[in-house]
C-alpha cells in the first residue's frame, strides 16, 4: 500500500470535469467553489505529474496524461458506487434486536449507505483496507505507520458514513461483518485503481517502474513464472515484481480484492460464478517421483501393488492432486499401503524428503525438471492415466492491466508455448 493516495473528492471534481468538459459545471456538481476546484485540480496535476486538463475555449478536455488518469477514477468511483449501493440496501433494513438488547443489523439512526459515494475519503479506505490485512487496529497501524487512535477513528468515521456496522466483537476479538468484508475488498481495489493511475503516467513519461503481484500455485513455480519474470526484467529492468506462494482458495480472495493482479497455475473451472477469467496456457501431466536410485527404478514395469509397497508424501486434502492419488490408492491391495502419509504442499519440504527415503509422491516433471538433471530425482515408469490438466492465469474479469502488466501476460503467454 503505497503511502499517499489522491483526495477522493478530487477525483470526483476531476471525473465531473472530463464528464462535463466544464470545470465551473464540475464544481456546482461537487459543491465546491472555482477557486477551490481549481486549487484541487492543481493539486492532482502535483500528483500525477503533469498536466490533467487544458482549455478549449470556454471548458475543459483532458490531455493524454488527463485521458490516462479519468479511465482510473472512473472505475473507481464505480467500486465506490456498488458498495454504496450495496449498504444503502442494509441500512434500509429495519434495525434487529439482539438478545441484549442491541442492534445487530446496522446502527441505529446513521445515514443512509448511499452517502458513502459522497463523503468517503481515501484516508478512512486505507484504514479499512489496513485492517483486513493485519487483523487488528494494532497491526494495521503499524502497517500504515500511523498511531492506532487515529486509525481506528478513521475506519470508524467510515463505518458512521455507511450506516451500517463493518465490525464485530471487541478489541483483540474484533473482526468484519459481511458489510464491512464487502466494503473492505471494494476499499483494496480501489486503491489498487489509484496506484495503477500513477504507474500509467509513469508509463506516459517513459518509466517503467511499476509493479506486478504474481500468485502462483504448485505446477509453475519451478519453471514458467521464473522464465518469465527473467524475461521481464531483462527487457524492464525497473519493474517491480511480487511473487505469491499459496494455496488456491487464499489466492483466489486475494486476486478477488487487488492484492495480486493474476494468479497463475491449474486451473479449477469455477471462475465465472466468482468474477474471474479463466485463460488456459498449456496442458501438464502427472507422474510418480521417486529418488534417484529407488528400487522401483531398477524395473521395467511397475503396478500397483509395487506402488503400495512404499509410503508417500502426498498433497493436501482437497487438492486436484490429492484426488488423483486417491483415484490411485482405490486399487492397492487391501491392507498392503505401508507407512503413513507425510502430508505437505511445500515442494521444498518434498523434494528433502524424496531425496532422504524410499517414498513417493505425485508431481509434475516441470517441478523437478532441475532435479532430474542434476540426476538427484526421476520418474517412475508407471502411467497416470486422466491426469491431464490445464495450466493457466486468472484475472478478475474486470480488471484493467497496466502496460507493464499487459507486456508480462504476453511474455508469459510466450514462456508457456516454449
Known amino acids: 500500500m503505497q503511502s499517499s493516495y489522491p483526495n477522493l473528492r478530487h477525483i470526483r471534481l476531476f471525473a465531473a470535469a472530463v464528464t462535463y468538459s466544464s470545470l465551473t459545471r464540475a464544481a456546482e456538481s461537487v459543491h465546491v467553489s472555482q477557486p477551490a476546484a481549481s486549487q484541487a485540480i492543481s493539486r492532482l496535476e502535483a500528483q500525477f505529474g503533469g498536466t490533467l486538463l487544458e482549455r478549449l475555449g470556454t471548458g475543459v478536455r483532458p490531455t493524454a496524461r488527463g485521458t490516462i488518469v479519468a479511465r482510473r477514477a472512473r472505475r473507481s468511483l464505480e467500486l465506490l458506487r456498488s458498495a454504496s449501493t450495496a ?51 494494532q497491526g494495521a497501524a503499524r502497517l500504515l505507520g500511523q498511531a492506532e487512535p487515529s486509525v481506528q477513528r478513521a475506519a470508524r468515521q467510515l463505518e458512521r458514513v455507511g450506516g451500517v456496522p463493518l465490525f464485530d466483537g471487541a478489541y483483540r476479538a474484533l473482526r468484519l461483518t459481511p458489510a464491512g468484508a464487502m466494503l473492505a475488498r471494494h476499499a483494496h481495489l480501489i486503491l489498487r485503481e489509484f496506484e495503477s493511475a500513477v504507474e ?56 478477488l480484492i487487488g492484492k495480486i493482479d493474476l494468479l497463475v497455475g491449474a486451473l479449477r473451472h469455477r471462475a465465472a460464478e466468482r468474477g474471474l477469467v479463466e485463460e488456459t496456457l498449456f496442458s501438464d501431466g502427472l507422474s510418480i517421483i521417486a529418488r534417484a536410485g529407488h528400487p522401483l527404478l531398477q524395473k521395467a514395469s511397475v503396478n500397483h501393488q509395487d506402488l503400495a509397497e512404499y509410503p508417500w508424501v502426498l498433497p493436501r486434502e482437497g487438492t486436484p492432486t490429492r484426488a488423483i492419488f486417491d483415484a490411485l490408492a482405490r486399487d492397492f491391495p487391501p491392507h498392503r499401503c505401508v507407512g503413513g502419509p507425510i502430508v505437505t504442499g511445500s515442494l521444498i519440504a518434498v523434494r528433502g524428503i524424496l531425496m532422504q527415503t524410499d517414498r513417493l509422491t505425485i508431481l509434475s516433471r516441470q517441478q523437478i525438471e532441475y532435479d532430474e538433471q542434476a540426476g538427484l530425482l526421476q520418474v517412475v515408469p508407471f502411467a497416470l492415466d486422466h491426469s491431464e490438466r490445464p495450466i493457466g492465469m486468472t484475472t478478475r474479469s474486470d480488471w484493467q492491466p497496466t502496460a507493464l502488466q499487459r507486456e508480462f501476460l504476453a511474455i508469459l503467454r510466450e514462456a508457456a508455448r516454449d
Open 200 to 255: 500509467e503516467v509513469r508509463e506516459y513519461d517513459g518509466q517503467f517502474d511499476g509493479r506486478i503481484i504474481i500468485g502462483t500455485l504448485p505446477l509453475v513455480r519451478t519453471r514458467i513464472v521464473p522464465s518469465a519474470v527473467a524475461r521481464l526484467s531483462g527487457r524492464r529492468p525497473d519493474a517491480r515484481v511480487e511473487i505469491l506462494d499459496g494455496d488456491y482458495d487464499s489466492l483466489v480472495r486475494a486476486l
Open 87 to 137: 449498504l444503502a440496501r442494509q441500512s434500509r433494513k429495519p434495525p434487529v434486536q439482539r438478545p441484549d438488547g442491541g442492534i445487530s443489523d446496522r446502527i441505529h439512526g446513521a445515514p443512509s449507505g448511499d452517502l458513502l459515494e459522497v463523503h468517503t475519503t481515501s484516508t478512512q479506505l486505507r484504514a479499512l483496507a489496513a485492517f483486513t490485512e493485519a487483523g487488528t487496529f
